[in-house]
């Protein structure tokens, strides 16, 4: 992977730094494996505007990934690597051996042609998909289950992995890109290796219409609204705002969001890094 700068002739393209697309091995998606994404422009199903900022945007297809990676024992060749415009990580296109096609997410260094299989008993290879009692302890992983069957749920992003760092009876623990420690049962599934597309972080936009194109509108800060508007409004003369919060006047910044009383609590060994 690699990232792209332009020469400065024009504001918009001096800072921009986009990735490049040298991987990719296809423009159009699995027709079959598609379907239409509707943009709701932040408004509910009664037409109220419940979410502001957003609208507009390039009109997207969905593509349905396999996250459950259930097809045990079944061989697949990766046909094709392709571009997501929902997701920051690169899909790769599986063909099984039994005539069926999936998208799965690309980690780093699945080239096409190259073959992955999920169950108990392969190997943990780049692009497997196994129980997390049977992959090595120190491994690299990403999409990991949080409960068995449910699909794959963390380290689904460009470039995150967690690890496999011991085990203790029915439980994994794992080390989750957070820097969270957590048990996770040993039952759940995981793929072996990194995600694709490492480089999606050193991205720059270079210009605010590249967030119009993906339905992101000017964001107001509430630091120049007025006091009836936002708690952070109002003060002769240019304010700090005071104790970051938000519109209805919750604390933003280091206030603790997580229910004490959560059940799942119990299994978080250590918290992450703030």
Not at 129 to 155: D, F, K, W, Y
Not at 200 to 211: C, D, P, T, W
């Amino acid at each position: 992977m690699a990232v792209r700068k332009f020469k400065p002739t024009t504001p918009g393209q001096r800072h921009k730094i986009i990735g490049v697309f040298s991987e990719i091995t296809t423009r159009t998606p699995e027709k079959s494996l598609t379907v239409g994404k509707k943009s709701t422009g932040g408004r509910n199903s009664e037409g109220h505007r419940t979410m502001r900022y957003m609208g507009g945007g390039h009109k997207r297809k969905y593509r349905i990934i396999d996250f459950k990676r259930t097809k045990d024992g079944v061989p697949a060749k990766v046909k094709q690597i392709e571009y997501d415009p929902n997701r920051s990580a690169r899909i790769a296109l599986l063909y099984y051996v039994d005539g069926a096609k999936a998208y799965i997410i690309a980690p780093n260094g699945l080239e096409v042609g190259a073959t992955v299989v999920s169950g108990k008993d392969v190997a943990p290879e780049i692009g497997n998909a196994l129980p997390l009692s049977n992959i090595p302890v120190g491994t690299l992983i990403h999409n990991i289950e949080l409960r068995p069957g449910q699909g794959a749920a963390m380290a689904r992003s460009a470039g995150t992995f967690a690890q496999l760092v011991s085990r203790e009876g029915d439980y994994a623990i794992v080390k989750l890109p957070s820097g969270e420690t957590r048990k996770i049962l040993a039952s759940c599934r995981a793929t072996v290796g990194v995600v694709g597309n490492s480089d999606h972080a050193l991205e720059r936009s270079g210009k605010a219409g590249r967030s119009r194109w993906l339905g992101r509108r000017p964001h107001n800060r509430g630091v120049v609204m007025n006091p009836v508007d936002h708690p952070m409004g109002g003060g002769e003369g240019r304010q700090s705002g005071g104790h970051p919060r938000s519109r209805k006047g919750l604390y933003a910044k280091g206030l603790k969001t997580r229910s004490p009383k959560k059940l799942s609590s119990k299994y978080i060994i250590e918290r992450r890094k703030k």
